[in-house]
Nanobody, 125 residues
């Protein structure tokens, strides 16, 4: 089993920044890759960014490239999502996810086996 706990969401004005955290615990091999997804009201859940614990390979959605940065602290078993230059369209519930995929950074939510409870990010214009 893997447990994921997100934190760091909130209300911010457009152009501002937030940092989300995802604390992971449980079977290491079951969480080889970590992803951040988001879901806005009335929309499907979409991939935001992902990172592998070993090697640190990352991948991003085109919509956040250059604005968001995903990183991990292996000692703390925590993954971060630094979000800069936030836009109103970034408003969503952000979810942390984990999977045992051995290669790459999957962008499909159905691939991920474990999910956090979500944290709300609201960007005002």
């Amino acid at each position: 089993q893997v447990q994921l706990v997100e934190s760091g969401g909130g209300l911010v004005q457009a152009g501002g920044s937030l940092r989300l955290s995802c604390a992971a615990s449980g079977r290491t091999f079951s969480r080889a890759v970590m992803g951040w997804f988001r879901q806005a009201p009335g929309k499907e859940r979409e991939f935001v960014a992902g990172i592998r614990w070993s090697g640190g390979r990352t991948d991003y959605a085109d919509s956040v490239k250059g604005r968001f940065t995903i990183s991990r602290d292996n000692a703390k078993n925590t993954v971060y999502l630094q979000m800069n230059s936030l836009k109103p369209e970034d408003t969503a519930v952000y979810y942390c996810a984990a999977d045992k995929t051995l290669i790459g950074v999957p962008k499909t939510s159905a691939v991920y086996d474990y999910w956090g409870q979500g944290t709300v990010v609201t960007v005002s214009s």
